[in-house]
């Protein structure tokens, strides 16, 4: 045998061995699975917090306008009333002073009577009150897709819920929106 004839020995068996090769790759790429298998779906939630403002109306009690700050009608009607009850004890000389002294202390309880009604004295009105309240919801947020792929159990999460089976590429699971699920 010549050297050239042992070249073209030596190509040929190389080219059959890459041609071979690449005829097992090419089985194997058709031999692939073109889908995976779901296994199960769970919906996936997140909380959301949103604020919103209520309000309600409130009896809200305030001190009525004083119309007598000196509280002088009480202490006339008082005057009158002591002086009044103070003219009926004694006579004489006595009977002034009794009603004067009647008179000074009916002004002075007339006056402290209306000041406690003064005091008591309460006009409600209705205030509108409102505050800040956080409303809970869930909402949904895609889901968490266990699949088979031959042996193999892997999780996805994906925007829409799968159907029965996943699509496969190049021997890994594709779907347009699809993120490994955190487990």
Do not use: W
Not at 14 to 25: P, S
Not at 26 to 38: M, N, S
Not at 77 to 85: M, W, Y
């Amino acid at each position: 045998m010549n050297a050239s004839m042992m070249k073209g020995v030596a190509v040929g068996g190389i080219a059959m061995v890459v041609l071979g090769a690449g005829a097992v790759g090419g089985y194997k790429t058709l031999a692939a699975p073109k889908q995976a298998q779901v296994v199960a779906v769970k919906d996936v939630f997140e909380t959301v917090s949103t604020p919103q403002e209520q309000c309600e109306k409130v009896a809200v009690q305030h001190r009525a306008p004083v119309r007598d700050e000196k509280r002088v009608a009480g202490s006339v009607v008082g005057a009158i009333a002591g002086g009044l009850l103070g003219s009926t004890v004694g006579g004489g000389n006595g009977k002034t002073l009794a009603t004067v002294a009647g008179a000074a202390a009916g002004g002075y309880a007339g006056n402290q009577v209306q000041k406690g009604m003064q005091e008591r004295d309460v006009v409600t009105t209705t205030e509108r009150r409102c505050h800040t309240v956080q409303l809970k919801s869930q909402r949904l947020v895609g889901y968490d897709v266990t699949y088979r792929l031959g042996s193999q159990e892997g999780v996805v999460r994906t925007a829409v819920r799968p159907g029965a089976t996943l699509p496969v590429k190049d021997g890994v699971v594709v779907t347009a929106d699809s993120a490994p699920a955190s487990s």
